[in-house]
């Protein structure tokens, strides 16, 4: 599921971000404890917390004191992540089409081409 | 804890010694039930070949018992086993002490067997008051029981004293980095060697603190309790012996474990 | 710190296995000692478990030197077999509840019962891979501070290898450390905060996996073969 030469929690991170924002786990939904989401993924419960914490400080999930994690109520807030990730996305690949010497109205051409 | 651990090595020493007391006691039994038709030719040769095993297997039952302690504790503590024994939150002296224990309960146990087992192929009317007559009869000043009792804790305490002697070897032995067998069977060998060695140096000294005892011992008026006090001086430097040995392996197991 | 290791030397005869080793490890991480045959995880392991005495320097457990206080608290698998094969499943069940005060007696039932393993079936009638797996459900059963795990992967097939990754992952105390040595690397190095690297005897790098990939863009296996050149 993971690929070995990237720290393992960003992937993680990544992918409960992408289970948030496509709506896997919803908004104000408890999400899996530590260690579910480590045997899930069948990784290590220190990286499942790193990731949890990276969730935490973009906002996307919060901890009730003896509950547990709880992804956002604050759906602006899920929608904006979203919006992030998509632009990011976008922003890759551009950077990667401009590297292979596309201009952006041959991009355009392109994407309009394969829809 | 020393009790948790002797109650496994003494499960672990039943393994070989049931199947040991079995024949043992199945001898006897089979002793005594073809003894009922002994007028039989046939089962007659097949009664003298039993009294023979019978006989044979008593005389070794010591041998061997002796042979599985020491295989049980050279397994448990120095093989692939060690890696569990060690490990577990004992003390290396309680683990040493357990095996000396179990050595001791074994023997005597095998001592029990074995007179079980000639009581029931032997009995016969009477034999309970021919024995109570054989203890007591004098024995140069001494009945005989109370020297059968002194010869007895003699031969505990050799026996012990010869355990913990290859006990010593196996811990010098196994302490190395190669030939771990070898080195505990040469070491057994200089231990065994060094010991007659020092027997004949006591024997010596007695001698000449006091020359006159062989003399004594031939003389009319030999007193068997002279003998036992002889003896004593030799069964005083076994149970040394045995301390010392038990000493070594205690220093080796803890200071220079090597498990491989 | 709930290991530390200082200034440890150890030799068989003239060659000197370990060369001055130090590492302080702290709890609630899962560390890998990665080396190859032959580097010295093994003897080190040992060291520590108290099977082979030290030759220089100082091992500590939670404060402890090795002793009955350290056995107490490390749960240890090695690298063989080690349980008497005559023993039936739950002889050894019994002798690691009578020893051990952290063991937990339902925990084992409950592990060797997924293994669709009866008690009363004897060591030398399983499979060396079942045996493995008996041992490590054992040690897992144990709520240890320490555990240490001498090639839990040695020389299993795929499917067993994924049991013990989820065995370990499932079953480690919480707050407990797990020190795991492997040449093997791939497959266990996505369940590691820590990585040590040893060779000839020298611990050659000591860092949290993470910080390594991210600094290097590769993972753990692929830059252990460029330090070693295996």
Redesign the interface.
Known sequence: MFSNDSPIYLQLFQKLALDIVTGKYKAGEKIPSVRELSSIYKVNPNTVQKALNELEGVDLIYTERTNGKFVTSNKKKIDSYLQKMAKDKTVFYLNDMKNLGYSYKEIISIIERIK | MLGKVLKYDLKALCRYLVPLYAVIFGLGIMTKLLSFFEKVSIINIILGLMIVALIFAVTFSFVLTGIFNIKHYLDNLFKDEGYLTHTLPVKRGTLLLSKVLASFITIVITFLVVIISLLIAFYQKGLFSDIIDLFNLDLGGLEFYKFMIYMMVYGLIGYLTTVLMVYASIAIGYSKNSNKLVSSVVWALIFYFGIEFLYLGVLGIVMFINPSFIASLEAESFLMIDLLNFFTIFMIFTCLLGLIFYYISYRFMDKKLNLE | MLLEIKNVCKK??KKEILKDINLSLPS???IGLLGKNGSGKTTLI?LI?????LDKGEILIDGNKV???S??I?S?L?E?????V?KSVKDIID?FG???ENFDKDKAYKLLDNLDIKVGDKLSTMSKGMREKVELALVMSRKAKLYILDEPMGGVDPATR?YI??TI??NFNEGASILMSTHMI?DI?????EVIFINDGKITRYDE???L??NS??????IFREDFKC
């Open positions: 068989y005869g609630g991480k899962i040992k478990n108290g099977l082979l005495s002793g009955v206080e056995k107490k490390i240890y090695p063989r077999n080690y349980l008497n005559h002798y009578d020893f051990y994924d990754l989820d992952l499932n791939s190095e996505r369940v590691l905060d996996a993470d910080k990939r991210k863009g590769k993972s753990i296996d692929e």
